[in-house]
């Protein structure tokens, strides 16, 4: 059973009641054919309209949806069985909360790295809720050098709260860990190819984040902190979660307006949750899309226009005046 | 534009008036200041003079931005650049004040455009380029002036062949800046990893305190980490540690010596002492010259 948001109950509603009247229509009382047909059709539209115009707050929870497909679920669904886990940061451990591997994705060799949640309580616990700790940075990293080493491009899935705030994270360098990929994959040699599929969750989420091409699903965010996180410090009140999430512009289409993002990739009617294939179709497509291109830039030239994409982000007074007139 | 001249005059005679390695704490507004450690009461004037140690513990408190240059440079040598870049307003953001008006009321109390400092230095006679982040300047929090700031001049670092020293002192992201902020991160270590490529040394300083997005991204990546003694550096605050695992936290967690033990450190160094740890780790890199 899906988890019901909120903003979902009219829909959910209707579709009962579609319900309700088959097992009527079904038990041979009465003809309600049209009455269903009625019904159905107002379902489409009314899932447009909701979905087409959803507050910053409404995306976050659709982007935090239990049912959303993870990392692993992509994997799945994109490269079949020609995917091998990797594990282990080869210095401390094994982090659950980051998984990787090599992979064939339509014949073509690429490692895959991104964020793990899981599906329930029981296997949240075990991903740490996607909230990586140092040794999960650090095998991404490992995977990366493994990736660079066989020249092969690099496809991350980008879906995490936040990297962990715990004592073992503090006590092994979650900063340097962090900062550590940052830098690495601004002068990695070979393609990096970025998806933020669910929880863009801060300086956690970027780790994994420095590519040549960064698309992001409709409904999913990306941000320099949660709403929750960022009401408590500048309104001094976590209840006002909403504001923050509005003010803060973490929607897909604020960052595609912002230019940090290369596209917004649609999502099933609904989110991603209720069609996990037809997600991962939509991903597999951009990949194969934008990969030949990448392929065939030299390696310095790579590196270089990756560099100058995170250089020229930033907003300054005299620019702001130009575009004012 | 009225208030915008205003400052820039205002800090272009603090610049010219203003011998600024004599005089560098013009603006503290307190008499006293208690110290944190021991609790003893100080008087600003004996703390400026003193370094920001306190007098009776020895206790390292934070310390201005034109107090910090003061400290590490050679008379006079601290040449700024890109003094005037200034904010926009990218996300118009609002809590409970609009964002150009926290910009504005940190400009005027501290008589500095952003939270950090760029320029060219002589340590010890040798030539530098040194950051100094201002945590009077909101929190020293890192949005795009403070990116591109530190950006530049790793860079310059990188072309000019000059090594590079930035003093860290941070609450993390500059919030009111959303992604932009965020993105600095990778805007900044990417420039230190420019620089390490050009194989010229980057010296991170690491003050209290320095945490979340700054100590996440260049502040971690020195070539030589050194720390200030008691500073705070984390990735995680306390605060939303003990929220998250709902325990205390044990004595002395996340402060300097703890890194150091934990392997983050390459020392701890005493601030009086500061400036020639600088200069010899410096001079034994350039083959003692």
């Given at each position: ?9 009219p829909i959910i509603e209707i579709e009962k009641r579609i319900e309700d009247l088959k097992v009527i229509s079904d038990a041979g009382h009465v003809d309600l054919t049209e009455e269903i047909a009625l019904l159905s059709s107002k379902i489409e539209p009314l899932k447009k309209e909701i979905y087409n115009n959803l507050e910053s707050w409404q995306v976050a929870k659709l982007a935090r949806h239990i049912d959303r497909p993870s990392t692993l679920e992509y994997v799945k669904h994109i490269c079949g069985d020609d995917f091998v886990e990797m594990h282990g940061d080869r210095l401390f451990g094994d982090d659950p909360a980051i998984v990787g591997g090599i992979g064939l994705i339509d014949g073509r060799s690429v490692m895959i790295i991104g964020h793990q949640k899981g599906c329930d309580t029981q296997t949240n616990i075990y991903r740490n809720f996607g909230m990586p700790h140092p040794e999960g940075y650090r095998k991404a990293l490992r995977l990366m050098r493994f990736a660079e080493q066989f020249n092969m491009p690099v496809v991350t899935f980008i879906d995490t709260p936040g990297a962990f705030p715990g004592i073992g994270a503090e006590e092994r360098g979650q ?151 | ?289």
């Open positions: 059973m899906a988890l019901e948001l909120d903003f979902e109950k900063s340097e860990a962090i900062a550590k990929n940052l830098a690495e994959m601004s002068a990695l040699r070979v393609p990096i190819i970025c998806f933020i599929t669910g929880e863009g969750g801060s300086g956690g989420a970027l780790a994994l984040g420095v590519g040549d091409k960064v698309f992001m699903f409709e409904f999913s965010i990306y941000s320099v902190i949660s709403a929750e996180g960022c009401a408590a410090i500048l309104w001094n009140d976590p209840n006002k979660a909403k504001e923050a999430a509005s003010a803060l512009k973490f929607k897909s289409t604020d960052l595609l307006k912002a230019g940090i993002i290369d596209e917004i990739l649609n999502e099933p009617l609904g989110g991603a949750h209720r069609d996990h294939k037809k997600a991962a179709e939509e991903i597999k497509k951009t990949i194969l899309k934008y990969l030949p291109t990448l392929i065939a830039v030299s390696a310095d030239n790579l590196i270089e226009e990756r560099y100058n994409r995170f250089r020229r982000i930033g907003k300054f007074a005299g620019e702001e005046e130009q575009e004012n007139g | 534009m009225g208030w915008f001249d205003k400052l820039r005059s205002k800090t272009a005679k603090s610049q010219e008036d203003q011998p600024k390695q004599e005089a560098p704490s013009q603006k503290t507004p307190d008499l006293w200041k208690k110290c944190p450690g021991c609790g003893e009461t100080i008087l600003t004037k004996d703390l400026v003079r003193n370094l920001f140690l306190c007098v009776k513990c020895d206790y390292h408190m934070r310390m201005p931005v034109w107090d910090r240059v003061a400290l590490l440079s050679d008379d006079n040598s601290f040449v700024e650049f890109n003094q005037e870049l200034k904010s926009a307003d990218p996300l118009k953001f609002v809590d409970s004040k609009e964002y150009p008006q926290r910009i504005a009321e940190a400009i005027e109390k501290t008589d500095a455009f952003d939270a950090a400092m760029t320029g060219y230095v002589q340590i010890d006679g040798i030539k530098a380029i040194l950051g100094v982040m201002n945590f009077e300047f909101m929190g020293g929090s890192m949005g795009s002036v403070v990116g591109e700031k530190l950006a530049e001049a790793l860079e310059r670092g990188a072309s000019e062949k000059t090594p590079v020293v930035i003093v860290a002192t941070s609450g993390g992201a500059r919030m009111q800046e959303g992604i932009f902020s965020l993105m600095q991160m990778a805007k900044t270590s990417a420039a230190v990893k420019k620089l390490n490529a050009a194989k010229v040394p980057f010296i991170s300083i690491l003050t209290d305190p320095t945490t979340g997005g700054v100590s996440a991204s260049f502040a971690s990546l020195g070539d030589f980490n050194i720390a200030e003694p008691g500073a705070l550096i984390c990735f995680a605050g306390p605060r939303v540690i003990e929220q998250t695992i709902r325990q205390k936290l044990p004595e002395g967690f996340q402060k300097s010596k703890f890194l150091l033990e934990h392997g983050m450190l390459d020392c701890i160094v005493h601030r009086r002492t500061l400036k020639k740890q600088i200069a010899k780790i410096l001079h034994i890199l350039n083959n003692g010259r």
